[in-house]
């Protein structure tokens, strides 16, 4: 069985950075596509960041370019988000998804909020 736990996520001023881990379980991190998602008030869901099994290949929403990095660290068997110059369109909850073969999988979320 798979599983996907977020943390990370909270309150931080504009300019500011947040680093966001995914932890797997059952499911190795290098051996599939994992994404970031996230969902903001009264948005609908928005693929964020995308890393590929094979040469770690990295894909970005157009607005986060240049501010997040998506990374993987096979030892833990975790998928990050490095989160820098916060803006308060970033607030929402953000979540961990990895695309099975048969079945998506996804974590609970954490709520990123991004205010002064």
């Known amino acids: 069985q798979v599983q996907l736990v977020e943390s990370g996520g909270a309150l931080v001023q504009p300019g500011g950075s947040l680093r966001l881990s995914c932890a797997a379980s059952?499911?190795?991190?290098?051996?599939?596509?994992m994404n970031w998602y996230r969902q903001g008030p009264g948005k609908e869901y928005e693929l964020v960041a995308r890393?590929?099994?094979?040469?770690?290949?990295?894909n970005y929403a157009h607005s986060v370019e240049n501010r997040f990095t998506i990374s993987r660290d096979i030892s833990k068997n975790t998928v990050d988000l490095q989160m820098n110059s916060l803006k308060p369109e970033d607030t929402a909850v953000y979540y961990c998804?990895?695309?099975?073969?048969?079945?998506?999988?996804w974590g609970q979320g954490t709520q990123v909020t991004v205010s002064s």
């Open positions: 998804n990895l695309p099975g073969r048969l079945v998506d999988y």
């Open positions: 059952g499911a190795s991190v290098s051996d599939y596509t």
């Open positions: 890393i590929s099994p094979v040469g770690g290949s990295t």
